[in-house]
């Protein structure tokens, strides 16, 4: 059963009626701007990988928990559910251990067919022949396969297959939609191993381009020359829809973990990743500045002060060389659009793994906050906004069995706007637990000044 405990806003598109809570519901706000309004018992199904859309087309956007072995990263279980935790579907076997993840899984949920439903789509791993795998630790690429990788189109209602098609077989890692054969929707994908290689595929599941270089964790992608065709860039380089490199620099053993892609009001197109420092480039390649980092893991845009149109925050996870530990912190920063350092916080000692996300907290037309999560072992998710003041802290729920082993698991967060009042809620998701909070502040509606009453007459 789902803990269903509160519904603070109107769902306009419900259609059924949900049975009456069972129990009163418990208090469970820590601070009065925020509401808990979901904490759902993930059981056995719990995941770190959460992907959103409407799964079974009703208009209330749905949750999808994907399970693997953590070392393989072989995708064993999807479950998709509502947003009250009510079980859609379930496809392959949940286990209470496969919830862990380490890196991006490739899992999307798309209107693949365009008949106006949402499918879901994963890939499936070819067989790594070779070299034997422990088991255990993580296994990244193969000196050999045994065929190909397949990519799989679910049914978004039923979780039922629709239909398949082959992938190169290293292509396992994570993919994009995108629109490489300017078709005007983003139906063309692309899709890549760990590091090493990138594939362009068209929607008909053709290869139409491959890139070999340092690829990094996922790639942005924008049409920065205006083509109506998207560009992939992976921070050491710019690859066009036909798969050519427009600028590429020597990456040596590093790749990028963070990547952005952002027209900025000027109109001009930039282009941001970190590595072990910031960058900043445009589209031709040339450096508009750099900001030395010891490891920029994250880096995102957004409106989160009025005094300039767009800044960016970023976290560097190593200010302190060479520490990993349950002492060693990050620090958060925040720049201006020509890498002015507007402010820096420390975060807190055990936060060294600290990742960020934009969060649109106050409304599509307000500033933005900046959601910090991994945090520490057990540690609140905390909102920021863009004065570098914490204004929310949004602790992790778990259904009323679960041991303190179980609290201590570690945690996701993202943010979405799932009940359509152009404020992101905030999702908190990990193996032992998932729950959704919401801004309970006033949404800021400018007054209808001159109202008046005429029934008519
Ligand atoms: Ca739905
Ligand atoms: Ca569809
Ligand atoms: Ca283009
Ligand atoms: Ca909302």
Redesign the pocket.
Known sequence: MSHWLLVVLAMGTAATADPPPTEPAADLTPTSSVRLIANIDVKDFGAETLRIG?????????LLLVQCVYGSRQITCLTAL?LRGDVLWQSGQPSADNGRIYSDLPVQIYDWDADGHNDVLYVRQAKYVSPAWDGKSPRERADEYEGPAVMVVLDGETGREKSHFDLPAPADDSFLFADLTGQGRRQDLVVKDRYWNMWGISHEGQELWRYTGSTGHYPAIGDVDDDGRDEVFVGFALVDDEGKVLFQKDAADAHQDACWILRAPDGKWRLLFGNSGLHCLMPDGTELWSRELREAQHVVAGRFRLDSALQLAAVDRRPVPGRRNASAWSMLYLYDLEGREIWRRQQEPGSWASAIVPVHWSGSSELDSILVYDRGTGRPVVLYNGQGEITDTLAMQYAPYRTETDRQAHFCAIAADVWGDCRDEILIFGPRGLCIYANTRSLLVPTLYNETLYPGM
Request: aromatic share 0%; hydrophobic share 20%; charged share 40%.
């Open positions: 409407d799964l079974n087309a009703d208009g209330e956007p749905d509502s």
